[in-house]
């Protein structure tokens, strides 16, 4: 895969990163009421001290829209999926509320936990397989495309459930290969800049790379609005388009190195409060 050797000491020296231009924000993000912490300390296994959420690293502008529910464009999506929620589909004639009769308020935790192994699947579960799982085994439905708008819509719904809940992300037992596969992902440098994630997201948050201002890139706001293109923007979209911007040939979205990468990067994040759908560039 790596077909240039140009390393990250050349990219810096190349002026991709210049110098930090404004310490990040430390403030409570309070939105209706919940307060959404967005700095942890870090778990010991980190070379950092602190994780922070990718809200601290925007613009105050675009902090404020997601201090709003009213001001947050990816309420519009979640409105979407209340609409999706009743909407009978498949050969069983059922709709998610059909079953799920106490509305999404249900899944109320669920986000703070996923990725997660699931003992009756036999497997690790992310939102995306449970809404899956429904849509297929309950409904006779066709399983949504991951990274599509109904899709993001819905695990938006569903994470909301979970604002302000701790994200807390198990990476023992029998997850710790899938974890472990991950963090080997985080750290291997690809593409023509050959660089890793950890080279951006690790070695130079705070700092400004072009015109963005550097986060850990951690997961807590997934599914998140982005402003640039006025959608919402998946977990596995994000790594994807992350790696293109390095130039490299990203991962599938659904692939195992992709759940794998994000286990390992929602773990990074464990303390923080689940906030989508959060408000990005
Ligand atoms: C016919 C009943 C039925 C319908 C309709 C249904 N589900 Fe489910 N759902 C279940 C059952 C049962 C489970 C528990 C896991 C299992 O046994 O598959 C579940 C589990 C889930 C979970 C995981 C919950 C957890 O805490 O582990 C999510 C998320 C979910 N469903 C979302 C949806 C969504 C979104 C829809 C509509 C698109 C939907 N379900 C439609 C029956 C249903
Ligand atoms: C060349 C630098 C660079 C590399 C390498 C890189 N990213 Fe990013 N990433 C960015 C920039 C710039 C943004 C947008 C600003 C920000 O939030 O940091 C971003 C944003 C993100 C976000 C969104 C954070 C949020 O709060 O919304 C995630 C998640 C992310 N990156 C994950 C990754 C992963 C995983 C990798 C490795 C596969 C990776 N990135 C590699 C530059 C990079």
């Not at 979407?80 to 929620?85: M, S, T």
């Not at 936990?113 to 409904?139: C, F, T």
């Amino acid at each position: 895969m790596k077909k240039f050797t140009l390393s990250a000491t050349v990219a810096a020296s190349l002026a991709l990163f210049a110098g930090a231009a404004t310490a990040q924000v430390t403030d409570a993000l309070v939105v209706e009421g919940t307060t959404i912490s967005t700095s942890a300390p870090a778990a010991d296994w980190l070379d950092i001290d602190q994780v922070l959420s990718g809200w601290s690293f925007r613009t105050v502008e675009t902090r404020a829209l997601q201090m709003d529910d009213f001001d947050n464009p990816g309420m519009i999506f979640v409105d979407q999926a209340i609409d999706d929620w009743s909407t009978v589909d498949g050969t069983e004639g059922k709709s998610c509320s059909s079953c799920h009769t106490d509305g999404p308020e249900e899944f109320a935790g669920l986000r703070a936990e996923l990725p997660r192994w699931d003992e009756a699947q036999g497997k690790m579960m992310n939102m995306e397989d449970y809404i899956n799982l429904s849509r297929v085994e309950h409904m006779g439905a066709e399983p949504w495309k991951w990274a599509k708008p109904r899709m993001d819509a819905m695990v938006a719904l569903i994470s909301l459930q979970s604002r302000g809940m701790t994200i807390n992300v198990a990476i023992d037992g029998p997850v710790a290969d899938a974890w472990e596969q991950g963090r080997e992902i985080y750290y291997t440098r690809v593409g023509q800049l050959d660089m890793s994630c950890a080279n951006c997201h690790e070695d130079n948050y705070g700092n400004m790379i072009r015109a963005d201002h550097l986060s850990q890139g951690q997961i807590n706001g997934f599914p998140t609005y982005r402003l640039k293109n006025a959608k919402l923007n998946s977990t596995h979209a994000r790594f994807s388009g992350c790696m293109k911007n390095i130039r490299a040939e990203p991962f599938a979205v659904g692939s195992e190195e992709f759940r794998a990468l994000e286990l390992y990067v929602a773990s990074r994040g464990n303390g923080l409060s689940a906030e989508g759908p959060s408000v990005r560039n």
